[in-house]
């Protein structure tokens, strides 16, 4: 086939030029170094766990419901986060003067009877400076316990009245009274609260800057290619390929193979280096990021031949694919992280072939699997035949009017 001494040729001047493989491979790693270095605190990173920290109750509640909160919600129901002690209220100030405790709370007197009356109920908390999370912690606790115990109240209270204006007999929780509602209250369910894809594993700056880097530095490839092929248009080098044995159709496939090859070896150079020197993780599916990113070398390398297709002069193409590389780049998460876009925005930006090899990148870096990425890819290699196929076309237009 003709068309392979043209990919070659194209890949060895590539190959040659100094000032391109300084830009190809040793820019995006440099990129990646200073960009991961910058952001390493506000991505990823290791998670912060809370400690489990002591509380000191002071429970001068004459009914029930203190007794609850106390023994069934932090006793025993918190037992992990939290260990309770019971002290007098003179205790617990001297304890948290010393340090000897983080946090605490005083259930005053009236607690019981204010939450089955719908009152306010008083409820003090007290902490040592720097306890926030502690604090808010056991404020949200005590709230649900609250709204919990009101609404059944409520609705206790609401079904004995119903019961009443249709001179049926009381049910048998009425005659109880509180003591039915203080006993609900002891089955007081905590929050639970479960991550969505617990099991996807959070993506770090390296890693992220990893993948926006590479895909923003493979479209940069893709216009130093296309702007070879633009150059030598402008030479009378592709009429004389023409006029020797070399087809049309040769010289794009030799074109498209040429960026493609250089693509491939730029992105397995990112891939290598961010994982040998930062440590990057790419994800556990090494298929799965070979599949992703031979689509996305796919989808930029046909997008590229259909844009120098329309464009005649190489300086005009530098131009407009560097500029356009430069907003592709921005509004596809390279240079911005995805997640400070807003969802809207983040739904648009997938129609761009780099916004959605990125995500596909991430995705795989959370822990994805070479299926989970099978649509992304097929997806990209659609677009690249589209942009490939309408290149194809033009070229093909132009040739003919050209040489008719």
Known sequence: MNFWWLALKDALLIGRDKKALLTLILMPILLISILGAAFGKMMGGEEETIKKF?????????????????????????????????????????????????????????????????????????????????????????????????????????????????GKPLPEIAEQGPAAVQEQAAGFPLLNEEAVEAEAQQVDSFQYYAAGMGVMFLLMTVVIGVSAMIEEKEQEVYSRLLVSTLTHSQYMMGKFTGLLFMSLIQLMVIILGTSLLFGVDWGNSLSGVALAGIAYVFSACGLGVLIGSFIKTEKAFNVAGMLGTQILSGIGGSMVPLYLFPDWMNGIVQVLPNALALQTFLDLMSGGTFIEVVPEAAILIGMGVLFFAIGWMRQSAERRLSYA
Do not use: H, R, W, Y
């Open 54 to 166: 002591s509380v000191g109750l002071v429970n001068l509640d004459k009914g029930a419901l203190g007794e609850v909160l106390a023994e069934e919600v932090f006793a025993q129901g918190m037992k992990d986060l939290v260990s309770v002690k019971s002290l007098k209220q003179e205790d617990l100030m001297d304890q948290l003067e010393n340090q000897k405790l983080t946090a605490g709370f005083i259930i005053d007197s009236d607690f019981t009877s204010s939450v089955m009356s719908g009152e306010a109920a008083e409820l003090k908390i007290v902490s040592i400076p720097g306890a926030d999370i502690q604090t808010t912690i056991i404020e949200n606790v005590i709230q649900q316990f609250v709204q919990t115990a009101e609404v059944n109240a409520t609705g206790m209270q609401l079904a004995v009245e119903a019961a009443i204006q249709a």
